[in-house]
């Protein structure tokens, strides 16, 4: 599996094996050999959404591949067993991969053929053509399909990126798993997430202020969360471990949300996330000695995140009761 010959090889012997356990089991329909037909998935390339993010085609791919991400995740469903049928839904996942590649650019393309700037003209010279590769060119663990290699702490290890939102007395409130590495982009679902499972268990009152470290900091989400979500927001524009402001990230927002976290108010919330949310990981990590998923699967991990915090929360609860009781 270390070659391209030898994963075509491997490939083409699971696509035999299925066919003859098929032929067993009396399946008269099959696949055509040698080609797995990928769903087709809706992508909706907004130009007005994309282009003020100034990312060029880079901006387009980027969207493309954040629905197609979206879209597997509402339809995850139980790693098979059969090391055959892995191998061929990571083949078809790859060729997916593909054509959601061809789509962005083509419409990037098509965006800069034909869109006018505000005084008539064209919008520069024509980009460069893109020239699909022949095969996809990624990579997928056969293991864990729906899995990604995830930056750690100290390097890299194959996984999930685990999420979780905290109250003031260390109570999870929402937990979910994304296979993308950075935390950029996860602020606005883990609120919506936190709202839907107090409205779950009847209580009305929505969270107040969300505080998150640096790496949560996406302008866009943050006017989403404040103007739709009605919670407001305290992110540092810079990393803990950064003397100096990054950069160009001077002034505008930067700055306003500099001089918030310096007042009393504003810097005694954020200094109070660290005994929030941080013991949680800790005490699961270190104390309870979960650090690694026992289950295969998004959808199976993400249950399993969850019965993880859900054990937490009946610990601290039952701690509280002790405590209470001996007062």
């Given at each position: 599996m270390r070659t391209s010959e030898g994963r075509r090889a491997a490939l083409a012997k699971a696509k035999q094996k299925l066919e003859r356990d098929r032929a067993k089991n009396g399946s008269a329909k099959t696949e055509a050999a040698g080609h797995v037909e990928a769903p087709a998935v809706k992508i909706e390339l907004d130009s007005e959404?994309?282009?003020?993010?100034?990312?060029?085609?880079?901006g387009w791919l980027?969207?493309?591949r954040r629905q197609l991400d979206e879209h597997r995740r509402r339809q995850a469903k139980p790693i098979v067993r059969s090391r055959a049928q892995r191998l061929l839904e990571s083949e078809r996942r790859l060729q997916q991969d593909l054509a959601?590649?061809?789509?962005?650019n083509e419409a990037y393309e098509h965006y800069r053929a034909n869109e006018r700037d505000t005084q008539g003209r064209r919008l520069g010279r024509p980009p460069k053509p893109y020239e699909?590769?022949?095969?996809?060119a990624g990579k997928l663990n056969t293991t864990d399909p729906d899995s990604r290699n995830v930056k750690t702490?100290?390097?890299y290890a194959q996984g999930y990126n685990a999420q979780a939102v905290v109250n003031e007395d260390q109570i999870v409130l929402a937990a979910e798993v994304s296979a993308s590495s950075p935390d950029f982009g996860h602020l606005q679902p883990m609120v919506q997430a936190t709202k839907r499972e107090l409205q779950a268990i009847g209580v009305t009152e929505a969270p107040g202020v969300a505080v998150a470290d640096s790496g949560y900091w996406n302008e866009e989400q943050m006017d989403a969360v404040v103007a739709n979500e009605h919670v407001q927001v305290l992110i540092p524009p810079d990393a803990g471990k950064r003397e100096t402001p990054r950069p160009g990230w001077q002034g505008g927002r930067y700055t306003s949300m500099r001089e918030a976290l310096a007042t009393d108010y504003g810097g005694g919330l954020y200094r109070r996330r660290k005994v929030m949310v941080e013991p949680v990981f800790a005490q699961t990590k270190h104390?309870?000695?979960i650090d690694s998923f026992r289950r295969r699967g998004r959808s199976a991990v993400r249950s399993e995140w969850r019965l993880i915090t859900a054990t937490h929360n009946l610990l601290k609860l039952h701690k509280h009761q002790i405590a209470a009781a001996g007062a």
């Open positions: 959404v994309i282009v003020p993010r100034i990312q060029g085609r880079d980027l969207e493309a959601v590649e061809r789509y962005a699909p590769p022949e095969t996809p702490p100290r390097s104390n309870r000695r």
